[in-house]
């Protein structure tokens, strides 16, 4: 853990790059040991230093900030930090785009017209960087040219197989059957016993709601799992989606847009008073908490209940106290254990509950705590979480 960190700066403007390399060096555990001022010197940089992690503009000459990410991610993984200065419509679709091609976060660039900001800015650019720099990544093979496949390969330095993550035992009623084509049977958790503390009473489902939800917590490389799972969904799919991302504060807009453009389902970002409704997807944004009314409209909470918000805990629970058994919890790769409890909660209403698995998972942890909890009915890949929904939703014949 005490390992020099080597970090490459990827930026067009001099003056950026100057400020980020202060800003990071003053952590002594991390050393920049490169600059690049546009995606093709990136690679050429990345190719000659091997660093541990890339801080990556969005616009630039030569090769934006998309183009580089996917060939790095396709011929020299590593992880990727997207800056970017400005939070307009055309730069967070560039964004989104990056992290939908294997960029792991984003953040927005520390500015010198806000010097009482700076400190804070360098804190949470120096932790990001932190956290981010030992996460063993996965090839993009989507990147190479004439490839348009959604495997992936673990990366490594040389031709050698990589070390494999230590593997998460896992109930054996949990995994797939060998040979089943679809996913291991559901069985609801039976009903508490009597003088079971009234807040884990199994609840009913409002009668304003006369659909099923799908609540979705992610947290860092959420982004492109969470649109991957959603674009698998049809027009006609029979409950409402509601997706708890941990993103940084001004980009939960620019997530709705970018989902939006890719999702057949329409999209929103959850406003004050929104009625959920069935075939939708609703984004909680960023910086509030997602409350659910007996009547089936959102409230918005900004009481700093935990130290993480939207909290997918807090979403989940609020849920399942409307929704009841018709709520289905999905929880997908981020650090910690955000979520672990809201899954618990589903499950002990007699919801489904759904954990990503630790091969596809860029971080392991709140899939893992949930896991750990016993409160994942279903560990699975993001291509079978899709199935899974699709065949528990969506009408007519599968």
Same mark, same amino acid.
């Given at each position: 853990?005490?390992?020099?960190?080597?970090?490459?700066?990827?930026?067009?403007?001099?003056?950026?790059?100057?400020?980020?390399?202060?800003?990071?060096?003053?952590?002594?555990?991390?050393?920049?040991?490169?600059?690049?001022?546009?995606?093709?010197?990136?690679?050429?940089?990345?190719?000659?230093?091997?660093?541990?992690?890339?801080?990556?503009?969005?616009?630039?000459?030569?090769?934006?900030?998309?183009?580089?990410?996917?060939?790095?991610?396709?011929?020299?993984?590593?992880?990727?930090?997207?800056?970017?200065?400005?939070?307009?419509?055309?730069?967070?679709?560039?964004?989104?785009?990056?992290?939908?091609?294997?960029? @792991?976060?984003?953040?927005?660039?520390? +500015?010198?017209?806000?010097?009482?900001?700076?400190?804070?800015?360098?804190?949470?650019?120096?932790?990001?960087?932190?956290?981010?720099?030992?996460?063993?990544?996965?090839?993009?093979?989507?990147?190479? +040219?004439?490839?348009?496949?959604?495997?992936?390969?673990?990366?490594?330095?040389?031709?050698?197989?990589?070390?494999?993550?230590?593997?998460?035992?896992?109930?054996?009623?949990?995994?797939?059957?060998?040979?089943?084509?679809?996913?291991?049977?559901?069985?609801?958790?039976?009903?508490?016993?009597? /003088?079971?503390?009234?807040?884990?009473?199994?609840?009913?489902?409002?009668?304003?709601?006369?659909?099923?939800?799908?609540?979705?917590? &992610?947290?860092?490389?959420?982004?492109?799992?969470?649109?991957?799972?959603?674009?698998?969904?049809? /027009?006609?799919?029979?409950?409402?989606?509601?997706?708890?991302?941990?993103?940084?504060?001004?980009?939960?807009? /620019?997530? &709705?847009?970018? @989902?939006?453009?890719?999702?057949? %389902?329409?999209?929103?970002?959850?406003?004050?008073?929104?009625?959920?409704?069935?075939?939708?997807?609703?984004?909680?944004?960023?910086?509030?908490?997602?409350?659910?009314?007996?009547?089936?409209?959102?409230?918005?909470?900004?009481?700093?209940?935990?130290?993480?918000?939207?909290?997918?805990?807090?979403?989940?629970?609020?849920?399942?106290?409307?929704?009841?058994?018709?709520?289905?919890?999905?929880? %997908?790769?981020?650090?910690?254990?955000?979520?672990?409890?809201?899954?618990?909660?589903?499950?002990?209403?007699? /919801?489904?509950?759904?954990?990503?698995?630790?091969?596809?998972?860029?971080?392991?942890?709140?899939?893992?705590? &949930?896991?750990?909890?016993?409160?994942?009915?279903?560990?699975?890949?993001?291509?079978?979480?899709? &199935?899974?929904?699709?065949? +528990?939703?969506?009408?007519?014949?599968?």
């Amino acid at each position: 853990m005490n390992k020099t960190l080597r970090i490459l700066i990827v930026d067009d403007s001099a003056l950026a790059r100057r400020l980020l390399r202060e800003l990071l060096e003053s952590d002594p555990l991390v050393e920049v040991v490169g600059e690049a001022c546009n995606g093709r010197e990136a690679i050429e940089k990345v190719v000659a230093l091997h660093p541990d992690l890339v801080t990556m503009d969005v616009r630039m000459p030569i090769m934006d900030g998309v183009e580089t990410t996917r060939q790095l991610m396709a011929y020299h993984p590593l992880p990727i930090l997207v800056l970017t200065t400005s939070l307009s419509s055309y730069d967070i679709d560039i964004t989104f785009q990056m992290l939908g091609a294997g960029a @792991l976060d984003v953040m927005e660039k520390p +500015r010198l017209d806000q010097p009482g900001a700076l400190e804070e800015a360098r804190r949470s650019l120096v932790r990001k960087v932190r956290m981010l720099a030992r996460i063993q990544v996965v090839t993009h093979l989507r990147g190479r +040219r004439g490839k348009q496949s959604d495997t992936y390969v673990v990366p490594t330095e040389t031709s050698a197989a990589a070390p494999e993550k230590p593997a998460l035992p896992v109930p054996a009623k949990l995994l797939p059957q060998p040979g089943a084509s679809g996913s291991p049977p559901f069985k609801p958790v039976a009903p508490l016993a009597a /003088g079971t503390p009234l807040h884990t009473m199994i609840p009913m489902r409002s009668a304003a709601c006369r659909f099923d939800a799908v609540v979705i917590g &992610a947290s860092t490389g959420g982004p492109r799992v969470v649109c991957q799972i959603l674009a698998r969904l049809p /027009g006609d799919f029979a409950a409402t989606v509601i997706v708890v991302q941990h993103i940084a504060q001004g980009f939960s807009t /620019g997530m &709705a847009e970018w @989902l939006s453009d890719q999702l057949t %389902l329409p999209v929103h970002l959850a406003t004050e008073g929104i009625r959920l409704q069935a075939g939708h997807v609703f984004l909680v944004p960023d910086q509030f908490d997602l409350l659910i009314q007996p009547n089936c409209s959102v409230h918005l909470s900004g009481l700093p209940l935990l130290m993480q918000r939207p909290a997918v805990d807090i979403a989940m629970q609020s849920v399942v106290a409307v929704f009841g058994a018709a709520t289905t919890g999905v929880l %997908l790769t981020g650090m910690g254990r955000d979520g672990a409890i809201g899954m618990r909660t589903i499950r002990r209403a007699g /919801g489904l509950t759904i954990a990503q698995d630790q091969a596809t998972s860029t971080i392991f942890g709140m899939p893992r705590a &949930a896991i750990e909890l016993g409160a994942a009915d279903l560990v699975l890949p993001p291509e079978r979480i899709a &199935a899974t929904l699709i065949k +528990r939703f969506a009408p007519g014949p599968q």
